[in-house]
């Protein structure tokens, strides 16, 4: 019980600061983060294949290409103003 | 037996909310990441004493995937975004 | 309660307490590559007492070999990923943290 409440918490709290936060880096790191928590949730709710899934696509791979966006996005920042 | 179980998981979760302070706070994007590594080996501890408390077999493979997803991310953000020539605060 | 579960008691309590003063360093250290340091605690033995603990309560010799293979490619990923960040941050000119000096 007091499991779910701070999964709860930390998976609204995290979701909150991912949407409102100016830096996209940071945004993207707390995307992860709510992903892995997201799949403890999917683990609690008695579905262990969606928590794969959400481990493997949610936060691993869509992490994985975000991150590769916001290099290539500081990269074309760079060349436009040296 | 599972009581134990279930209370150290919960025992981990606490500490993965104090990691998320590291995260809102960090100096650095390392130290951002390094939270969210630490997210992902605590994640697979849960997943495991979850499983040996009654939740099956298969959260063990969810912490397998959990184990394998750190390596991409944390080789994407060295590789793309911890470059050289960037200065060390985004 | 017999001696394997007595044992496993104190493994996984163990482990719990390597998680504590992973998540401690993180928080309190200074920089990068203490902060490293401190992630490497939590990977290596946190992740491992609790494994150890866990596979004595396994069901079969199977299950515990992959609990234990779970904990292989956790150790392999954390070394991997430590050379690897604190390699880049060399090159980045981070300094590494030193006490300051004290006069005598």
């Known amino acids: 019980m007091i499991f779910d409440l701070l999964l709860a918490a930390a998976l609204l709290w995290s979701a909150v600061q991912a949407l409102t936060t100016p ?3 940071r945004a993207v790191v707390l995307f992860i983060v709510f992903g892995l928590l997201m799949a403890l949730a999917w683990a609690r709710l008695d579905a262990p294949d969606i928590a794969l899934a959400e481990a493997a696509i949610g936060a691993g791979l869509s992490g994985a290409l975000l991150l590769d966006a916001v290099g290539h996005l500081r990269q074309k920042r760079r060349e436009r103003s040296p | 037996m599972t009581d134990l179980y279930l209370t150290l998981a919960v025992f981990l979760l606490v500490n993965l909310l104090a990691a998320l302070w590291r995260i809102a706070r960090g100096p650095t994007p390392a130290d951002r ?9 605590t994640g697979v501890a849960v997943l495991l ?4 408390a009654g939740g099956g077999a298969a959260l063990v493979d969810a912490a397998l995937v959990f184990a394998l997803l750190a390596v991409i991310t944390g080789a994407a953000f060295v590789r793309r ?10 | 309660m017999d001696i394997l579960d007595l044992l496993s008691v104190v493994l996984l309590i163990v482990g719990a307490a390597f998680f504590l003063a992973g ?3 993180l928080l309190r250290f200074p920089d990068v590559y203490t902060r490293l340091h401190a992630l490497a605690k939590a990977d290596n033995l946190g992740l491992g007492f609790t494994v150890l603990g866990l596979a004595l309560q396994a069901p079969g010799v199977a299950a515990g070999l ?6 292989l490619l956790a150790l392999a990923a954390s070394a991997t990923l430590s050379y690897l960040i604190a390699r880049r941050a060399f090159a980045k000119g981070i300094v590494p943290w030193k006490p300051e000096e004290r006069e005598p």
């Open chain 1, 23 to 25: 830096d996209l880096f």
């Open chain 2, 33 to 41: 990441l390094l939270a969210a590594l630490l997210f992902g080996t």
């Open chain 2, 49 to 52: 004493l979850l499983a040996y």
């Open chain 2, 81 to 90: 975004i911890w470059r050289e020539e960037s200065n060390g605060h985004s």
């Open chain 3, 23 to 25: 998540t401690m360093g």
């Open chain 3, 66 to 71: 992959k609990l234990v293979l779970v904990w």
